[in-house]
């Protein structure tokens, strides 16, 4: 019995949906708006861009637009300082925000952890 009662549940949420849909398609300012949308979309295509591209092209024109992005990204950690290691055997440079550095890791192994640290500049 709980299967039939599931069914006319779901039965009479999709009936109030199909009619809450239908008013929504009724509506002007929804009529417009998806007319808009449709506008865009095939000015996109005729161009050959891409939503990021027109994102672009408007933050260019209303730097406002730019800035809304930039602070949903306040909350994301700080970069990584760069730090440079020169090797005085070879003089070669390696210049790199992490620590995880397949070169260092590889001087690491060879002259140890103690002698790569002091070969940091800045």
Do not use: C
Request: aromatic content about 6%; glycine content about 6%.
């Amino acid at each position: 019995m709980a299967k039939i009662n599931d069914y006319y549940q779901k039965k009479q949420l999709m009936e109030k949906l199909s009619a809450e849909l239908e008013q929504l398609e009724q509506d002007q300012a929804l009529k417009s708006e998806l007319e808009f949308e449709n506008k865009v979309r095939a000015l996109m295509k005729e161009y050959n861009k891409a939503p990021k591209d027109v994102l672009q092209i408007l933050g260019a024109i209303d730097p406002s637009i730019a800035g809304a992005k930039a602070d949903s990204t306040a909350g994301t950690r700080a970069k990584r300082p760069l730090k440079t290691y020169k090797n005085p055997h070879t003089g070669e440079v390696v210049k790199t925000r992490g620590g995880n550095h397949k070169t260092l890791n590889e001087w690491r192994q060879k002259h140890g952890k103690e002698a790569v640290q002091g070969w940091q500049q800045d």
